[in-house]
Antibody
Framework: QVTLKESGPGILQPSQTLSLTCTFS??????????VGWIRQPSGKGLEWLAN???????YYNPSLKNRLTISKDTSNNQAFLKITNVDTADTATYYC????????????WGQGTLVTVSS | DIVMTQSPSSLAVSAGETVTINCKSS????????????LAWYQQKPGQSPKLLIY???TRQSGVPDRFIGSGSGTDFTLTISSVQAEDLAIYYC?????????FGSGTKLEIK
């Protein structure tokens, strides 16, 4: 059974760095073809893909966030991470991690999401 | 970036009716190397995470009822829900995975009368 769960700070101030953790089970990020992506959703709005990381440590980023994103993984502890630097109120959203595979970049399994609020 | 345009933005139907949701991409999602359309559909019920319904434009994810049907090719795609049930109340999103950045449509909100 594949499960994912996001964790984050809940609230942070503008200009700080947002650190998110995705803890998963039921698959390994060391297995050929496996990947984890991060997607966010402001309240009442649509979905925005942020980044993917793959079993071979290849990484894809959404260029709209320019150089603010860093995705990484800890294979031995079944975790993936996302850092967003220099946050502002526009980064307020629910952040999801989701599993994808090399067969195609759809997201078959999603976490419950973690709400992040950026406020001074 | 590939822009995904969904229509309508919302609709309300009675249980038992058939619903059609449209998704149009700004460029073709059909890859000539394998003749597959790089498009997925998701369902997001109130207060829940998105759930994958369809990938490769028409392949149902395991466990998804067969009343959910994906069709289309190239730039024009459709999600059809036949015999809508009250539990289908949700927002439906299309997503292209042909190229990065992966992009989603703005969603179609389905309400049950």
């Amino acid at each position: 059974q594949v499960t994912l769960k996001e964790s984050g700070p809940g609230i942070l101030q503008p200009s700080q760095t947002l650190s998110l953790t995705c803890t998963f089970s039921g698959f390994s990020l060391s297995t050929y073809g496996m990947g984890v992506g991060w997607i966010r959703q402001p309240s009442g709005k649509g979905l925005e893909w942020l980044a993917n990381i793959w079993w071979d440590d290849d990484k894809y980023y959404n260029p709209s966030l320019k150089n603010r994103l860093t995705i990484s993984k800890d294979t031995s502890n079944n975790q993936a991470f996302l850092k967003i630097t220099n946050v502002d109120t526009a980064d307020t959203a629910t952040y999801y991690c989701a599993r994808t595979t090399g067969r195609g970049n759809w997201f078959a399994y999603w976490g419950q999401g973690t709400l992040v609020t950026v406020s001074s | 970036d590939i822009v995904m345009t969904q229509s309508p933005s919302s609709l309300a139907v009675s249980a038992g009716e058939t619903v059609t949701i449209n998704c149009k991409s700004s460029q073709s999602l059909l890859y000539s190397g394998n003749q597959k359309n790089y498009l997925a559909w998701y369902q997001q019920k109130p207060g829940q995470s998105p759930k994958l319904l369809i990938y490769w434009a028409s392949t149902r994810q395991s466990g998804v009822p067969d009343r959910f049907i994906g069709s289309g090719s190239g730039t024009d795609f459709t999600l059809t829900i036949s015999s809508v049930q009250a539990e289908d109340l949700a927002i439906y999103y299309c997503q292209q995975y042909y190229d990065t950045p992966f992009t989603f449509g703005s969603g179609t909100k389905l309400e049950i009368k």
